[in-house]
C-alpha cells in the first residue's frame, strides 16, 4: 500500500497528495480569452481535491489559439485573469500549474480574421477539418520561444506555482518533435537530434526564466505524448532520446500523456510491456513522472505507483466526481453519473455529453 498524502515534491514543497488534475480542455474561457465565472468554479471545485492542478492548454499568443473560448495569456492584459485562475486553484490547498500552449497546425480553422495557422513544415495533419499550414521561418521559431517566455513571466506574476510546456497531442511543440510534421532540413529539423532543438530550446528558456523572474521552487515541467499512429511518426526510440534529454535538464517533471496509465505500445505488436517500464529504464534521474488514465480506484492507483509513477493524473473521472481523490484514497466508488450537481462549465458539460463510448466505460448522465 502506497502512501498517497503529503507527497514530498521537492526539497522545499510538500503536497498534500499525489493526485494531479490532469489538463483537459474546457472550451469555457470568455470569448475575449479570459477566465470565465464557471471555470473560476470548476478549478476551486478540484483545487480543494487535488494535490496539484494543471490548467487547460492557455494560448501564449494570438497566433497560438487552437479552439473557441480557449483561455489565454498572450499579453500582460491576460495577468488578472490569471491571477483570478492561479488563486481558484491554491485556495483548496493544490499547486497551480499553467499549461503553456500553441496549437500550430492543429488550431481549427476561422477562429478570427487574419489567422494564421503555422508549424514546422507545411504539412498537413491527418484531420479532415483542418488546413495545411505555413511552415514557420527560423526568425518566427525564435519569436515563438519568446513569445513562450513572455508567457512564462506573466504566469509567474500571476502567482501561479510552475508552468508546463505542453509538448504532446499533435500540438505545436510535438510538431516539430515528430517527423510526419517536421520536414525541415535545418537547424530545426532533418534528423531526431535536430528535432528535438525547438522543444529543449524551450525547456533551456524555461529554465532561465525561472532563474531570471522565480526562484528554485517554481516548478517546470514537460508533457509528451510517447507515440504516435501517423507514419512516418513519433516512436519509443525517438522518445527514450527525449527522456534521456529532458532528464538532464534542470525541470521538475516529466507528464505521460496516454490513454491508459499501463499502456503498452501502439506501435509494436511484440513488447506489450506498458510504456512506463520501458521508459523508466532510461537514466531519468530524479525527475517525478506524472501518468494518467483510467486511474478510478486504489487498486488502480497503487499499481500506478508500483509501475514507476510519482504522481497521478486524473481526467475523465474528475469531470464526473469532483471529489474524486477523497473517494480512491478512501477506497469508495467513484461517481461516474454527470448530473445538475456536477461543477462543471457548461459547454464542457454540452461536450461531454457528445464524447463517444463513455457508456462503455461505465459513466452516464442523469438529466
Do not use: C
Not at 480569452?33 to 494535490?51: I, M, P, V
Not at 461517481?335 to 454540452?350: A, G, H
Request: proline share 3%; charged share 25%.
Amino acid at each position: 500500500m502506497n502512501n498517497f498524502k503529503n507527497y514530498k515534491f521537492k526539497e522545499n514543497i510538500i503536497i498534500k497528495n499525489r493526485f494531479v488534475l490532469a489538463p483537459m480542455t474546457t472550451y469555457s474561457g470568455n470569448p475575449d480569452l479570459t477566465l470565465s465565472d464557471e471555470e473560476e468554479k470548476y478549478y476551486q471545485a478540484r483545487g480543494k481535491e487535488f494535490g496539484m492542478v494543471i490548467t487547460a492548454a492557455t494560448a501564449v499568443s494570438k497566433q497560438a489559439q487552437a479552439f473557441e473560448n480557449q483561455i489565454s495569456i498572450m499579453n500582460d492584459d491576460y495577468i488578472p485573469s490569471m491571477a483570478r485562475l492561479a488563486k481558484s486553484i491554491k485556495l483548496g490547498g493544490a499547486l497551480a500549474i499553467l499549461q503553456l500552449h500553441h496549437g500550430g497546425r492543429m488550431n481549427y480553422p476561422g477562429l478570427f480574421e487574419g489567422q494564421d495557422i503555422v508549424s514546422a513544415s507545411a504539412i498537413k495533419a491527418e484531420r479532415d477539418y483542418l488546413l495545411e499550414p505555413r511552415a514557420l521561418t527560423n526568425d518566427e521559431v525564435y519569436g515563438i520561444i519568446d513569445d513562450f517566455r513572455q508567457a512564462m513571466i506573466r504566469a509567474i506574476k500571476a502567482g501561479f506555482d510552475g508552468i508546463e510546456l505542453h509538448g504532446a497531442n499533435t500540438y505545436l511543440i510535438q510538431q516539430f518533435f515528430s517527423p510526419h510534421s517536421n520536414r525541415r532540413t535545418d537547424e530545426f529539423g532533418g534528423s531526431l537530434e535536430k528535432r528535438m532543438t525547438f522543444p529543449l530550446a524551450l525547456v533551456d528558456m524555461a529554465i532561465q526564466t525561472r532563474k531570471d523572474y522565480a526562484n528554485d521552487d517554481f516548478i517546470i515541467g514537460y508533457r509528451l505524448s510517447p507515440e504516435e499512429y501517423e507514419n512516418p511518426g513519433i516512436n519509443l526510440d525517438d522518445t527514450k532520446v527525449l527522456v534521456r534529454n529532458l532528464s538532464m535538464k534542470n525541470i521538475d517533471y516529466i507528464h505521460f500523456s496516454l490513454g491508459n496509465y499501463k499502456q503498452s505500445s501502439i506501435r509494436d505488436e511484440i513488447n506489450k510491456k506498458p510504456i512506463i517500464e520501458i521508459l523508466k529504464k532510461e537514466n531519468l534521474g530524479h525527475k517525478k513522472l506524472i501518468g494518467v488514465g483510467e486511474i478510478d480506484n486504489l487498486d488502480k492507483a497503487n499499481h500506478a505507483i508500483n509501475l514507476g509513477f510519482d504522481l497521478l493524473a486524473i481526467g475523465l473521472q474528475a469531470l464526473a466526481d469532483e471529489n474524486v481523490v477523497s473517494h480512491i484514497i478512501n477506497n469508495h466508488p467513484v461517481k461516474k453519473v454527470f448530473d445538475k450537481n456536477s461543477i462543471l462549465p457548461s459547454n464542457l458539460y454540452e461536450r461531454v455529453k457528445r464524447w463517444r463510448n463513455l457508456s462503455d466505460r461505465g459513466f452516464s448522465f442523469d438529466q
